[in-house]
């Protein structure tokens, strides 16, 4: 077996790995990164995740045929996948190891292909960004259902499912549901809780449903999911609800129930890391595991599963190992995050319902999204806007907008909170017109104040 001692060694070729390993190999240290599929060069944004998945969202929204649509996004992947490719392993001291890492010691591992070792990799510092995969849920017949899918092998489809069934109602879940609505698909979502969106305020929930039901989904919460079998070339799910039994026929079933760490295989047990009881990597301010020279990023840590934050991973890193050792998890401010439905629906900060179950006290601004122009302009007018604001100090304690080209707009005001900046900065602010950020003086004007 082959046997390889490196400085730096990352497993995973996901976003903050990949970043940290051009960095390091910019800096002229001895570098490899571990990826067990050649498929993921870049990792799940954009080869299965975001970057695929918003290609399809945009061109149903411009009414692109299904099969068009999937051509696009299968040529994009291929050319970012490359480019993540050449991006490390055209560096002198960087090597791109495919295989499976597998932990014999804290600083050893053991690469396998095709189940077999192929190389021994001992390594003074450790970088652990495997990412986080599909919850399966126990369901009878999944294992032998031909038509039941995780997000990833829903985005390879080549043709457009005459009927999507959904189970999970989350966020991912939703972004498929529009998406599919977008290209014809009649579009079921099951969930077996009652409460829709249930970390969102009642009124953006309800919005959201409202808007989703007259684009054609049909949701089912509150529903048991019995089994799951095939009757030629569909599947269908047995479903109950208050004791009430039926059957859901299906082209293709999503399972849209969240993702967990992936250390699956890892050989974690074999090192002094140690796991949270959810599964992830537990790590400290610094992103250090409780073994010595050994740091997770990404996913595998828990927390917010987003791309950008994972970028911030490798900030942390880059400034513990060569800065002044100032950026850690505690000061990285609010995150905002965006759901790709049609309209965006985006978040930063404390909702209504957080500040209320916190006692804390705040002004609340509402805007219709009927009341932009820009919304006119681009014929997507539905959505609703609210801002909470710090009656003492005039800072923005957080915000829902529910309206076009929120995922824009939203990154002004994370920038206003953790700038600390009064709301009246953002409300005299002179915008470019027409456009979605100008709706901001709008929405913090004293018209749009709600008294409580």
């Given at each position: 077996?082959?046997?390889?001692?490196?400085?730096?060694?990352?497993?995973?070729?996901?976003?903050?790995?990949?970043?940290?390993?051009?960095?390091?190999?910019?800096?002229?240290?001895?570098?490899?990164?571990?990826?067990?599929?050649?498929?993921?060069?870049?990792?799940?944004?954009?080869?299965?995740?975001?970057?695929?998945?918003?290609?399809?969202?945009?061109?149903?929204?411009?009414?692109?045929?299904?099969?068009?649509?999937?051509?696009?996004?299968?040529?994009?992947?291929?050319?970012?996948?490359?480019?993540?490719?050449?991006?490390?392993?055209?560096?002198?001291?960087?090597?791109?190891?495919?295989?499976?890492?597998?932990?014999?010691?804290?600083?050893?591992?053991?690469?396998?292909?095709?189940?077999?070792?192929?190389?021994?990799?001992?390594?003074?510092?450790?970088?652990?960004?495997?990412?986080?995969?599909?919850?399966?849920?126990?369901?009878?017949?999944?294992?032998?259902?031909?038509?039941?899918?995780?997000?990833?092998?829903?985005?390879?489809?080549?043709?457009?499912?005459?009927?999507?069934?959904?189970?999970?109602?989350?966020?991912?879940?939703?972004?498929?549901?529009?998406?599919?609505?977008?290209?014809?698909?009649?579009?079921?979502?099951?969930?077996?809780?009652?409460?829709?969106?249930?970390r969102q305020d009642r009124d953006i929930a309800a919005r959201v449903k409202k808007d989703l039901e007259e684009a054609g989904a049909v949701f089912k919460l509150g529903y048991e999911i019995n089994g799951v079998f095939d009757r030629n070339e569909k599947s269908i799910l047995n479903i109950m609800f208050d004791d009430q039994a039926e059957e859901i026929e299906a082209d293709k079933i999503l399972l849209a129930t969240g993702r967990k760490p992936n250390i699956s295989g890892l050989g974690l047990e074999n090192t002094s890391v140690k796991i949270g009881e959810d599964g992830h990597i537990l790590v400290n301010e610094k992103l250090e595991t409780s073994a010595k020279n050994i740091w997770a990023l990404g996913d595998v840590h828990g927390g917010p599963q987003f791309t950008y934050t994972s970028l911030d991973d490798f900030r942390i890193i880059e400034s513990q190992l060569y800065g002044d050792k100032s950026r850690t998890l505690d000061n990285r401010g609010e995150i905002a995050s965006s759901v790709f439905i049609t309209p965006t629906l985006s978040n930063v900060g404390l909702t209504e319902t957080e500040a209320q179950a916190q006692r804390k006290s705040y002004r609340l601004f509402r805007l219709e999204a009927t009341a932009i122009p820009k919304s006119a302009v681009l014929r997507q007018s539905k959505g609703l806007l609210k801002a909470l604001v710090d009656p003492d100090t005039d800072e923005i304690l957080g915000a829902t907008l529910y309206a076009e080209d929120s995922h824009e707009v939203i990154n002004i005001l994370s920038l206003a909170i953790n700038a600390k900046l009064p709301y009246t900065m953002i409300r005299d602010h002179i915008f470019t017109h027409p456009t979605m950020s100008e709706a901001l003086n709008d929405l913090f004007s004293n018209a749009n104040e709600v008294k409580k």
């Open positions: 077996m082959e046997r390889k001692a490196v400085k730096n060694l990352i497993i995973g070729f996901g976003k903050a790995g990949k970043t940290l390993a051009k960095s390091l190999a910019r800096k002229g240290e001895a570098v490899a990164i571990v990826e067990q599929s050649p498929r993921m060069y870049g990792g799940t944004c954009i080869n299965i995740g975001c970057i695929p998945s918003k290609s399809l969202i945009v061109n149903g929204q411009k009414g692109e045929k299904f099969a068009d649509a999937a051509l696009q996004k299968v040529n994009l992947v291929e050319k970012l996948n490359r480019k993540n490719y050449h991006m490390i392993a055209d560096e002198p001291t960087a090597t791109v190891i495919d295989g499976k890492a597998r932990f014999l010691s804290d600083h050893e591992v053991e690469i396998s292909r095709e189940g077999q070792p192929a190389m021994l990799v001992e390594a003074e510092r450790i970088f652990i960004n495997t990412g986080a995969r599909a919850i399966l849920p126990s369901i009878l017949g999944m294992s032998e259902c031909k038509n039941l899918v995780t997000s990833t092998g829903l985005m390879d489809l080549q043709k457009r499912p005459d009927h999507l069934v959904i189970i999970g109602s989350g966020y991912i879940g939703l972004e498929f549901a529009s998406m599919f609505l977008s290209y014809g698909s009649k579009v079921t979502v099951i969930d077996v809780h009652r409460t829709f969106l249930p």
